[in-house]
Protein backbone atom coordinates (compact mmCIF):
# COMPACT_ATOMS: atom_id res chain seq x y z
CA UNK A 1 0.00 0.00 0.00
CA UNK A 2 1.32 3.39 -1.00
CA UNK A 3 1.36 5.13 2.59
CA UNK A 4 1.19 9.14 2.67
CA UNK A 5 3.60 10.09 5.80
CA UNK A 6 4.53 13.30 6.75
CA UNK A 7 7.84 14.45 4.66
CA UNK A 8 11.29 13.33 6.87
CA UNK A 9 9.38 11.23 9.34
CA UNK A 10 12.22 8.55 10.31
CA UNK A 11 10.04 5.32 9.58
CA UNK A 12 10.02 6.44 5.93
CA UNK A 13 13.61 5.44 5.60
CA UNK A 14 13.54 2.50 7.69
CA UNK A 15 11.06 0.82 6.11
CA UNK A 16 12.36 1.76 2.17
CA UNK A 17 15.27 -0.24 3.45
CA UNK A 18 12.79 -3.22 3.94
CA UNK A 19 11.39 -2.67 0.67
CA UNK A 20 7.89 -1.54 2.07
CA UNK A 21 6.48 1.01 0.07
CA UNK A 22 5.56 4.59 1.72
CA UNK A 23 5.62 8.13 0.09
CA UNK A 24 5.91 10.94 1.32
CA UNK A 25 3.34 14.02 0.83
CA UNK A 26 4.67 15.65 -2.06
CA UNK A 27 4.46 12.19 -3.98
CA UNK A 28 0.88 11.38 -2.64
CA UNK A 29 -0.33 14.76 -3.84
CA UNK A 30 -0.29 13.62 -7.71
CA UNK A 31 -2.53 10.49 -7.47
CA UNK A 32 -6.09 11.32 -8.07
CA UNK A 33 -6.93 9.43 -4.93
CA UNK A 34 -8.88 9.76 -1.88
CA UNK A 35 -6.71 7.92 0.81
CA UNK A 36 -7.94 6.89 4.19
CA UNK A 37 -7.71 9.12 6.84
CA UNK A 38 -6.29 6.96 9.55
CA UNK A 39 -4.81 8.73 13.23
CA UNK A 40 -3.14 7.15 15.49
CA UNK A 41 -2.91 8.19 19.14
CA UNK A 42 0.28 7.10 20.26
CA UNK A 43 0.87 6.44 24.18
CA UNK A 44 4.29 4.39 24.25
CA UNK A 45 6.86 5.46 25.00
CA UNK A 46 9.38 4.98 22.27
CA UNK A 47 7.19 6.27 20.14
CA UNK A 48 9.32 6.21 17.03
CA UNK A 49 9.43 2.24 17.14
CA UNK A 50 5.65 2.29 17.39
CA UNK A 51 5.23 4.16 14.83
CA UNK A 52 7.52 2.14 12.86
CA UNK A 53 5.64 -1.31 13.73
CA UNK A 54 2.50 0.44 12.67
CA UNK A 55 2.99 1.34 9.22
CA UNK A 56 4.68 -1.73 8.65
CA UNK A 57 1.68 -3.25 9.11
CA UNK A 58 -0.20 -0.71 7.59
CA UNK A 59 1.50 -1.03 4.26
CA UNK A 60 0.31 -4.30 3.14
CA UNK A 61 -2.91 -3.70 1.09
CA UNK A 62 -3.23 -1.90 -2.28
CA UNK A 63 -5.14 1.26 -0.30
CA UNK A 64 -3.60 4.61 -0.17
CA UNK A 65 -3.59 5.73 3.55
CA UNK A 66 -2.93 9.43 4.55
CA UNK A 67 -1.44 9.57 8.45
CA UNK A 68 -1.19 11.07 11.28
CA UNK A 69 -0.01 11.45 14.55
CA UNK A 70 -2.27 12.70 17.58
CA UNK A 71 0.04 13.14 20.99
CA UNK A 72 -1.79 14.01 24.44
CA UNK A 73 -1.89 17.69 25.16
CA UNK A 74 -1.00 18.13 29.15
CA UNK A 75 1.49 14.55 28.82
CA UNK A 76 5.65 14.96 27.75
CA UNK A 77 7.60 12.41 26.35
CA UNK A 78 10.88 11.52 28.04
CA UNK A 79 11.80 8.75 25.39
CA UNK A 80 11.19 10.90 22.03
CA UNK A 81 12.79 13.93 20.92
CA UNK A 82 10.95 17.15 21.92
CA UNK A 83 11.63 18.08 17.95
CA UNK A 84 9.92 15.05 16.73
CA UNK A 85 6.93 15.10 18.89
CA UNK A 86 6.37 19.16 17.55
CA UNK A 87 7.06 18.12 14.19
CA UNK A 88 5.11 14.90 13.27
CA UNK A 89 2.09 15.10 16.53
CA UNK A 90 -0.41 17.30 16.99
CA UNK A 91 -2.87 17.48 20.21
CA UNK A 92 -6.20 16.58 19.91
CA UNK A 93 -7.51 19.87 19.99
CA UNK A 94 -5.86 20.51 16.75
CA UNK A 95 -7.76 17.06 14.99
CA UNK A 96 -11.08 17.66 16.73
CA UNK A 97 -13.34 18.73 14.13
CA UNK A 98 -12.11 16.38 11.68
CA UNK A 99 -13.33 13.09 10.34
CA UNK A 100 -11.63 9.97 9.89
CA UNK A 101 -12.11 6.28 8.52
CA UNK A 102 -9.74 4.93 10.78
CA UNK A 103 -8.44 5.41 14.14
CA UNK A 104 -5.81 3.56 16.18
CA UNK A 105 -5.07 3.55 19.71
CA UNK A 106 -1.97 2.26 21.13
CA UNK A 107 -0.51 0.47 24.28
CA UNK A 108 0.93 2.47 27.23
CA UNK A 109 2.80 0.33 30.45
CA UNK A 110 0.08 1.90 32.90
CA UNK A 111 -2.11 -1.37 33.35
CA UNK A 112 -0.92 -1.43 37.26
CA UNK A 113 -2.47 2.22 37.63
CA UNK A 114 -6.32 2.66 38.36
CA UNK A 115 -7.59 4.00 35.17
CA UNK A 116 -8.59 7.43 36.98
CA UNK A 117 -4.84 7.78 38.73
CA UNK A 118 -3.65 8.31 35.14
CA UNK A 119 -2.59 12.06 34.48
CA UNK A 120 -4.76 12.25 31.65
CA UNK A 121 -7.40 10.02 31.69
CA UNK A 122 -9.93 12.93 31.29
CA UNK A 123 -8.42 14.64 28.21
CA UNK A 124 -7.79 10.09 27.13
CA UNK A 125 -12.24 9.80 27.52
CA UNK A 126 -12.76 13.22 25.58
CA UNK A 127 -10.75 11.66 22.77
CA UNK A 128 -12.74 8.07 22.67
CA UNK A 129 -16.26 9.58 22.80
CA UNK A 130 -14.91 11.85 20.04
CA UNK A 131 -13.59 8.93 18.10
CA UNK A 132 -17.44 7.46 18.21
CA UNK A 133 -18.99 10.10 16.23
CA UNK A 134 -15.82 10.83 14.36
CA UNK A 135 -13.81 7.89 12.82
CA UNK A 136 -15.47 4.95 11.12
CA UNK A 137 -13.32 2.29 13.47
CA UNK A 138 -11.21 2.41 15.87
CA UNK A 139 -8.34 -0.11 16.78
CA UNK A 140 -7.50 -0.20 20.69
CA UNK A 141 -4.11 -1.76 21.44
CA UNK A 142 -3.04 -3.81 24.57
CA UNK A 143 -3.72 -0.93 27.97
CA UNK A 144 -5.65 1.04 25.21
CA UNK A 145 -8.13 -1.96 24.84
CA UNK A 146 -8.42 -2.36 28.81
CA UNK A 147 -9.16 1.42 29.29
CA UNK A 148 -11.97 1.46 26.25
CA UNK A 149 -13.45 -1.43 27.91
CA UNK A 150 -13.87 -0.05 30.90
CA UNK A 151 -14.84 3.51 29.67
CA UNK A 152 -17.32 2.20 27.24
CA UNK A 153 -18.65 -0.78 28.76
CA UNK A 154 -17.45 -0.90 32.45
CA UNK A 155 -15.77 -3.70 32.05
CA UNK A 156 -13.15 -3.93 35.07
CA UNK A 157 -9.71 -4.81 34.65
CA UNK A 158 -7.51 -7.47 37.13
CA UNK A 159 -3.93 -7.25 38.37
CA UNK A 160 -1.64 -10.22 37.03
CA UNK A 161 0.53 -11.93 40.06
CA UNK A 162 3.04 -12.50 37.00
CA UNK A 163 3.45 -10.42 33.60
CA UNK A 164 2.21 -11.85 30.61
CA UNK A 165 4.80 -11.92 28.76
CA UNK A 166 5.87 -13.81 25.60
CA UNK A 167 3.85 -15.21 22.26
CA UNK A 168 0.91 -17.08 22.93
CA UNK A 169 -1.31 -19.55 20.60
CA UNK A 170 -4.62 -18.43 20.21
CA UNK A 171 -7.99 -19.86 18.77
CA UNK A 172 -10.56 -18.23 16.58
CA UNK A 173 -13.65 -18.35 17.99
CA UNK A 174 -15.72 -16.61 15.18
CA UNK A 175 -14.35 -18.22 11.80
CA UNK A 176 -16.76 -16.82 9.56
CA UNK A 177 -16.14 -12.67 11.05
CA UNK A 178 -14.54 -10.68 8.31
CA UNK A 179 -11.23 -9.76 10.34
CA UNK A 180 -10.64 -13.48 10.07
CA UNK A 181 -10.24 -14.60 6.68
CA UNK A 182 -7.23 -16.02 5.44
CA UNK A 183 -6.50 -16.88 9.13
CA UNK A 184 -5.78 -20.39 10.10
CA UNK A 185 -7.84 -21.94 13.32
CA UNK A 186 -4.93 -21.48 15.47
CA UNK A 187 -2.53 -18.35 15.46
CA UNK A 188 0.33 -16.60 17.53
CA UNK A 189 0.40 -12.86 19.01
CA UNK A 190 2.99 -11.25 21.58
CA UNK A 191 1.61 -9.90 25.11
CA UNK A 192 3.61 -7.82 27.39
CA UNK A 193 1.21 -6.71 30.45
CA UNK A 194 0.62 -6.51 33.91
CA UNK A 195 -3.62 -7.21 33.97
CA UNK A 196 -6.24 -8.50 32.22
CA UNK A 197 -9.81 -8.80 31.44
CA UNK A 198 -11.74 -11.43 31.82
CA UNK A 199 -14.09 -13.47 29.27
CA UNK A 200 -17.15 -13.76 31.79
CA UNK A 201 -17.32 -10.21 32.09
CA UNK A 202 -17.28 -9.75 28.50
CA UNK A 203 -19.63 -12.24 28.04
CA UNK A 204 -22.32 -10.64 30.26
CA UNK A 205 -22.23 -7.55 27.83
CA UNK A 206 -24.52 -7.96 25.18
CA UNK A 207 -23.15 -4.96 22.89
CA UNK A 208 -19.68 -6.92 22.96
CA UNK A 209 -18.51 -10.30 20.59
CA UNK A 210 -15.72 -12.51 22.18
CA UNK A 211 -13.57 -13.19 19.15
CA UNK A 212 -10.46 -15.17 20.20
CA UNK A 213 -8.86 -16.11 22.99
CA UNK A 214 -6.14 -17.98 24.73
CA UNK A 215 -5.72 -20.86 26.67
CA UNK A 216 -2.38 -19.08 28.62
CA UNK A 217 -3.04 -15.37 27.71
CA UNK A 218 -6.94 -14.97 28.13
CA UNK A 219 -9.24 -12.69 26.09
CA UNK A 220 -7.55 -11.89 23.05
CA UNK A 221 -9.93 -9.98 20.56
CA UNK A 222 -13.38 -8.42 21.09
CA UNK A 223 -15.64 -6.36 19.13
CA UNK A 224 -18.30 -3.54 19.44
CA UNK A 225 -20.84 -1.76 16.98
CA UNK A 226 -20.30 -3.71 14.22
CA UNK A 227 -16.25 -3.34 14.52
CA UNK A 228 -16.92 0.22 14.64
CA UNK A 229 -14.69 -0.67 18.03
CA UNK A 230 -11.80 -3.58 17.96
CA UNK A 231 -10.30 -4.30 21.15
CA UNK A 232 -6.92 -6.25 21.06
CA UNK A 233 -4.95 -7.18 24.22
CA UNK A 234 -1.81 -8.11 23.01
CA UNK A 235 0.71 -6.41 20.54
CA UNK A 236 0.31 -7.87 17.17
CA UNK A 237 2.19 -5.24 15.72
CA UNK A 238 5.47 -6.03 17.90
CA UNK A 239 8.37 -6.45 15.77
CA UNK A 240 10.77 -9.79 16.17
CA UNK A 241 12.95 -7.99 18.49
CA UNK A 242 10.20 -6.13 20.68
CA UNK A 243 9.94 -8.62 23.31
CA UNK A 244 14.06 -9.16 23.35
CA UNK A 245 14.46 -5.54 23.96
CA UNK A 246 11.77 -5.39 26.88
CA UNK A 247 13.51 -8.52 28.51
CA UNK A 248 16.91 -7.38 28.07
CA UNK A 249 16.13 -3.35 29.39
CA UNK A 250 14.20 -5.24 32.67
CA UNK A 251 17.05 -7.30 33.20
CA UNK A 252 19.54 -4.12 32.94
CA UNK A 253 17.35 -2.45 35.75
CA UNK A 254 17.93 -5.38 37.90
CA UNK A 255 13.89 -6.41 37.78
CA UNK A 256 12.96 -9.90 38.58
CA UNK A 257 11.58 -10.78 35.22
CA UNK A 258 11.14 -13.83 33.73
CA UNK A 259 11.72 -15.31 30.08
CA UNK A 260 9.08 -14.46 27.39
CA UNK A 261 7.64 -17.61 26.98
CA UNK A 262 7.23 -19.20 24.07
CA UNK A 263 9.69 -16.78 22.05
CA UNK A 264 13.08 -17.43 21.82
CA UNK A 265 14.25 -20.61 19.94
CA UNK A 266 15.12 -23.60 22.36
CA UNK A 267 13.86 -21.14 25.31
CA UNK A 268 17.44 -19.62 24.84
CA UNK A 269 17.72 -16.11 24.47
CA UNK A 270 21.65 -16.30 23.22
CA UNK A 271 19.64 -18.14 20.06
CA UNK A 272 17.29 -14.99 19.43
CA UNK A 273 13.43 -15.27 18.97
CA UNK A 274 11.16 -17.53 16.64
CA UNK A 275 8.99 -14.80 14.66
CA UNK A 276 5.86 -16.80 14.30
CA UNK A 277 3.42 -14.12 14.32
CA UNK A 278 4.08 -11.50 11.06
CA UNK A 279 1.90 -13.13 8.96
CA UNK A 280 -1.11 -13.32 11.08
CA UNK A 281 -0.43 -9.67 12.13
CA UNK A 282 -0.27 -8.62 8.62
CA UNK A 283 -3.35 -10.10 7.57
CA UNK A 284 -5.41 -8.93 10.84
CA UNK A 285 -4.11 -5.18 9.70
CA UNK A 286 -5.15 -5.73 5.92
CA UNK A 287 -8.52 -7.31 6.98
CA UNK A 288 -9.23 -4.59 9.85
CA UNK A 289 -8.50 -1.94 7.06
CA UNK A 290 -10.54 -3.61 3.86
CA UNK A 291 -13.63 -4.73 5.84
CA UNK A 292 -13.94 -2.42 8.39
CA UNK A 293 -12.53 1.53 7.69
CA UNK A 294 -12.34 0.92 3.54
CA UNK A 295 -15.41 -0.66 2.95
CA UNK A 296 -18.01 0.94 5.81
CA UNK A 297 -16.28 4.61 5.72
CA UNK A 298 -18.03 7.12 3.14
CA UNK A 299 -16.93 9.18 0.35
CA UNK A 300 -17.63 12.10 1.93
CA UNK A 301 -15.96 11.55 5.39
CA UNK A 302 -18.90 14.30 6.82
CA UNK A 303 -21.13 11.80 6.59
CA UNK A 304 -19.29 9.52 9.60
CA UNK A 305 -22.13 9.60 12.73
Known sequence: MPLKLPDKLPAIEILKNENIFVMDTERASHQDIRP??????????????????????????????????????????????VEHMKV?????????????????????????????????????????????????????????????????YGIPKYGLDEKRFGVFRHTVLREYVPLFRGFDDEFYAPHSRHSEVRREDILRVPELELLSESDEAGVFLVSARHGREIFITGHPEYSPYTLDTEYRRDLDKGLDIAKPRHYYRDDDPDKGPLDRWRAHANLLYSNWLNYYVYQETPYNLQEIK
Open 36 to 81: LRIVVLNLMPVKLTTETDLIRLLSNTPLQIELKFMKIKGHTSKNTP
Open 88 to 152: FYETFESLKDQKFDGFIVTGAPLEQMEFTDVEYWDELTEILDWARTHVTSSLYICWAALAALNHF
